[in-house]
Nanobody
Framework: QVQLVESGGGLVQPGGSLRLSCTAS????????MGWYRQAPGKQRELVAR???????RYADSVKGRFAISLDNAKKTVYLQMNSLKPEDTAAYYC???????????????WGQGTQVTVSS
């Protein structure tokens, strides 16, 4: 009923910038929160940034001051602006959404398929 479509990943040099986008489509009634997670080879998936419908945000310590998450409710799209990228930011990035698809029913967690971000010279 709900699909998350990601875009914006790619190869970038250290110090460069990328902007990831994730759009929710299908039966989207209310978006309670959306976030970005990442997973590097040999590591567990970790929270990068999260934003709720009130605009409250949370960031991993490693990206504070460099990344910014935002939510466009009209477009049902969450963005992750990534600046001053470092090689250690290299990972597969996954979009997550806490979404109610039907009025009167509870929310559920939905995931995108992931987009690769590689920071290398």
């Amino acid at each position: 009923q709900v699909q998350l479509v990601e875009s914006g990943g790619g190869l970038v040099q250290p110090g460069g910038s990328l902007r990831l986008s994730c759009t929710a489509s299908g039966s989207v009634f209310v978006i309670y929160a959306m976030g970005w997670y990442r997973q590097a080879p040999g590591k567990q998936r970790e929270l990068v940034a999260r934003i709720d419908r009130g605009g409250n945000t949370r960031y991993a310590d490693s990206v504070k001051g460099r990344f910014a998450i935002s939510l466009d409710n009209a477009k049902k799209t969450v963005y992750l602006q990534m600046n001053s990228l470092k090689p250690e930011d290299t990972a597969a990035y996954y979009c997550d959404g806490q979404i109610s698809a039907v009025e009167g029913r509870g929310s559920h967690d939905y995931w995108g398929q992931g987009t690769q971000v590689t920071v290398s010279s």
